[in-house]
């Protein structure tokens, strides 16, 4: 499976950002397909993550800012960013997992400055 991760760039403190991931290759039956992030100096840390069947999952903050979906016959993942905060800035990954292995993308780097 490959992971092509899109949509990263440069927003002033309570502005938006989609991020967008669109899976390739073997792609069959149950699966979960995330973005999780890491900051300078510190760990990766789940974002949100969504499963085939549509059951979310958000870190407690980013709940109410960030909205995750996906299109399951573009085999796409999408982050929805709203009301970014300086906090939010961190190189965000793509992930997608299925019963088998767990894939990674090249995450996009999102900035949140003024």
């Known amino acids: 499976v490959q992971l092509q991760a899109s949509g990263g760039g440069l927003v002033q403190p309570g502005g938006s950002l989609r991020l967008s991931c669109a899976a390739s290759?073997?792609?069959?039956?149950?699966?979960?397909m995330g973005w999780h992030r890491q900051a300078p100096g510190k760990q990766r840390e789940l974002v949100a993550s969504m499963t085939s069947v549509g059951n979310t999952n958000y870190a407690d903050s980013v709940k109410g800012r960030f909205a995750i979906s996906r299109d399951n016959v573009k085999n796409t993942v999408y982050l929805q960013m709203n009301s970014l905060k300086f906090e939010d800035t961190a190189v965000y990954y793509c992930k997608f997992t299925s019963v088998r292995a767990a894939y990674w993308g090249q995450g996009p780097l999102v900035t949140v400055s003024s």
């Open positions: 290759g073997s792609i069959s039956g149950f699966n979960v």
